[in-house]
């Protein structure tokens, strides 16, 4: 790296198996690293992705640490190792207090949550539902007597005794945490605060303390399981999550890093890591491909994309409509429905780490749903694990380079992936080793491509409206066989895939979002007097209190808020609906009835774009159930050239050589290209497979490849 280049963003995605990093100098150029998560210390990952990144830049970071990161403006994480201690169970032991008679919410759960999170198959047949085992056992779920109601008045008085009790009761069982969400509480806190000052006095007396949170400020929103699962997430999870990025941005700053560390919450804002709702962004992980996609989406006018992420364990579907990626208010994580805003991704098993089996019952391939993740790792990997996967499949085939994974830092051993696969699946269903891998190579591609078709259809949409983007480790060298048969307008994928998500989280802004419930209710023909009672008493008046909060917590990461952009949101749907619309205010208050009027107008254009005009329904009067806010403060982000397009044919320098490629059941001669030597314009004829070192893009036998101005590669 010369030294006259200022790195200024450094963005990592650490996911259940790779950490990619990525960073940016202050022209825009950047560079990638990639080294395996630890997910018992995720700074040492963080690191070592860090030091490979440097290495593209001839910088020996280890060295210049001290010298590069004073000079940094934004680090940002995101990651997934929040959601990894809910899915494996092994969060902080908290206790609850609840209204007095639901002592049982976790066991009777939500009539949604029953089935929620089942494949399709499974949702029809009832027999097959069961209960979640409860994160908090009964025994740490206490009621106490006290209610507020649906008007925001006092039915019964907080019993103050009982209150004292279940604390007691909660520091004796050696709770870490104390979760507390009563009924209306995000109306009219006051029994929820009362509680939290009596826990505290108990406190002081046993000599013990432990954090409690509170629903009404951590999710003030109705729909009760929702909101006390996020309380719980919070307390179970999240804080404890904390702890990892404190580690990582301790280690920083220990090399001179000056600002906090930032993390993309799972709505795609972005903030400091001292940020008091810190569970949004505990899915954060999968949704920065999506961040980096709007940035695409922006900077090139191509407003429709099917965004697809393959990396070890999963794969991943999001969709960017106009610009702008879908929200969803309410995300299912283990089975469990959690108040939290999200940017909507589709998720099912299918990595390269997914293992190979073949069933003992019906002698058919099985891929999954166990991966072998970063430890141990593929057969080739030289680790220890025996069982073959999609990873070992994809070598013996040729598709992958045995010296180039990594960029050859990490040999990979192709004769004990032969072996496994002849040992383990290809002898024991009497079949050639390679035959069988190219039938997992198909098989998950199969399923994959089962998966797009769902996604879109079963929303309406038709792929013959989107360009599909392919990014992720293993993305580029399974797009081919996943679109094979859709009609997309164009499939794209980029020379860094590998870190996609991690240039989406560069490319993001300084943005925090809020949500309130609230209850405006409009009916048709209302008169104009009602409108704007609704209007100041509920609309200007729940504004009014996110934004204070807004203000305050920007305040407290020694934000601008008066460089703040500032969004109002309407959740509004049709009397008697279920569902609403989230809806861009066009007035910051309702100062007139014809504020109502714009604001109602808004949804009525956005409710026939989604749903059609037919479907409108004016008549059945309007609903505003709840309100949002974002404020955003714009940030430096990675820069994407537009280059001017080169001829048809790559340099000789780009051509690595040739080697036999399995495909359509026999062995071909394929040409390799290096990835990152092609230049806009360049077109590469199939059978091809171009290297880079984070990722491998196979173009199958008569399929093409083009570079555009972009630097994207799109497969024809």
Not at 178 to 188: D, P
Not at 517 to 524: A, E, F, L, R
Request: hydrophobic content about 40%; overall charge negative.
């Amino acid at each position: 790296m010369g030294s006259d280049k200022r790195v200024q963003i450094i963005a990592s995605d650490a996911g259940g198996t790779m950490t990619d990093m990525m960073v940016v100098d202050s022209e825009g150029n950047f560079t990638i690293g990639k080294a395996a998560t630890t997910p018992e210390d995720q700074s040492v990952g963080f690191w070592e992705s860090l030091i490979d990144a440097f290495e593209y830049w001839d910088t020996d970071f280890q060295e210049e640490a001290g010298r590069i990161l004073p000079g940094v403006e934004a680090v940002v994480y995101s990651g997934t190792s929040m959601m990894n201690t809910l899915l494996t169970a092994t969060g902080r032991k908290v206790g609850v207090i609840t209204q007095r008679g639901d002592e049982d919410v976790f066991l009777h759960e939500r009539s949604r949550q029953t089935w929620a999170g089942y494949p399709y198959q499974d949702i029809l047949h009832h027999v097959t539902h069961r209960h979640n085992r409860p994160l908090v056992p009964k025994r740490l779920v206490k009621g106490v007597t006290g209610r507020i109601d649906m008007f925001t008045m006092e039915a019964i008085p907080l019993y103050e005794d009982e209150v004292r009790r279940s604390v007691e009761e909660l520091l004796d069982e050696g709770v870490d945490a104390i979760a507390v969400c009563l009924l209306y509480s995000y109306m009219n806190p006051a029994h929820e605060l009362r509680v939290a000052e009596i826990a505290s006095e108990v406190m002081k007396k046993r000599g013990r303390e432990v954090p409690v949170y509170l629903s009404h400020k951590l999710a003030p929103i109705m729909r009760e399981q929702g909101r006390l699962n996020t309380v719980v997430l919070h307390a179970y999870a999240a804080e404890p999550g904390r702890e990892q990025l404190f580690r990582i941005e301790e280690k920083l700053k220990g090399s001179g890093y000056r600002y906090p560390l930032q993390i993309v919450l799972s709505h795609g804002g972005l903030t400091d890591i001292r940020y008091p709702r810190i569970h949004e962004a505990c899915f954060s992980g999968p949704i920065g491909g999506l961040l980096g996609a709007r940035y695409l989406a922006q900077e090139m006018g191509t407003g429709n994309w099917v965004c697809t992420d393959m990396g070890g364990t999963s794969f991943d579907v999001g969709l960017i409509m106009g610009g702008e990626p879908m929200m969803e208010r309410e995300v299912v994580i283990t089975r469990r429905i959690y108040n939290i805003p999200t940017l909507l991704m589709d998720t099912i098993g299918a990595g390269t780490g997914m293992y190979v089996t073949i069933d003992p019952i019906t002698n058919r391939i099985k891929i999954g749903p166990e991966s072998a993740g970063a430890e141990p790792g593929p057969v080739c990997y030289e680790m220890g694990n025996e069982v073959p996967t999609v990873m070992d499949c994809c070598l013996i085939m040729g598709i992958l380079n045995p010296d180039n994974y990594l960029g050859g830092k990490l040999k990979l051993n192709k004769e004990l992936a032969l072996n496994a696969i002849k040992e383990k699946c290809a002898d024991v269903l009497h079949v050639d080793p390679y035959y069988l891998a190219e039938g997992v190579y198909r098989l998950i591609n199969s399923s994959m491509r089962e998966h797009i078709r769902a996604v879109l259809y079963a929303r309406g949409f038709s792929p013959a409206d989107y360009h599909l983007l392919s990014y992720g480790g293993a993305g580029p060298m399974h797009v081919a066989g996943y679109t094979e048969g859709l009609p997309f307008k164009g499939v794209a994928t980029l020379p860094w895939a590998a870190a996609f998500s991690s240039f989406g989280c560069a490319a993001v802004d300084i943005s925090h979002r809020y949500q309130k419930s609230t209850g405006v209710i409009i009916p048709d023909g209302a008169e104009d007097s009602w409108k704007l009672m609704m209007g100041q008493m509920m609309l200007n008046a729940g504004w009014e209190e996110l934004e204070k909060l807004a203000a305050a917590d920007f305040a407290a990461e020694g934000l601008p808020w008066e460089e703040a952009r500032v969004q109002q949101i309407a959740y509004v749907r049709y009397g008697g609906q279920m569902e609403d619309l989230q809806v861009v205010s066009p007035v910051a208050r309702i100062n007139s009835p014809e504020d109502m009027d714009r604001l109602i107008a808004t949804f009525e254009d956005l409710y026939e774009k989604v749903y059609a005009g037919v479907a409108k329904h004016p008549q059945a009067g309007y609903q505003i159930m709840e309100l949002g806010l974002t404020a955003t403060v714009p940030k430096v982000k990675p820069r994407l050239p537009r280059l001017p397009l080169e001829g048809k044919e790559p340099a000789k320098e780009a051509i690595k050589g040739e080697r036999e490629v399995y495909i359509n059941g026999r062995w071909h001669r394929a040409t390799i290209y290096d990835m990152d030597t092609l230049r806009p314009g360049n077109e590469i004829e199939g059978i091809a497979v171009v290297e880079a070192p984070a990722t491998t893009f196979f173009i199958p036998p008569a399929r093409r490849a083009r570079m555009d101005e972009w630097s994207l590669l799109w497969l024809g």
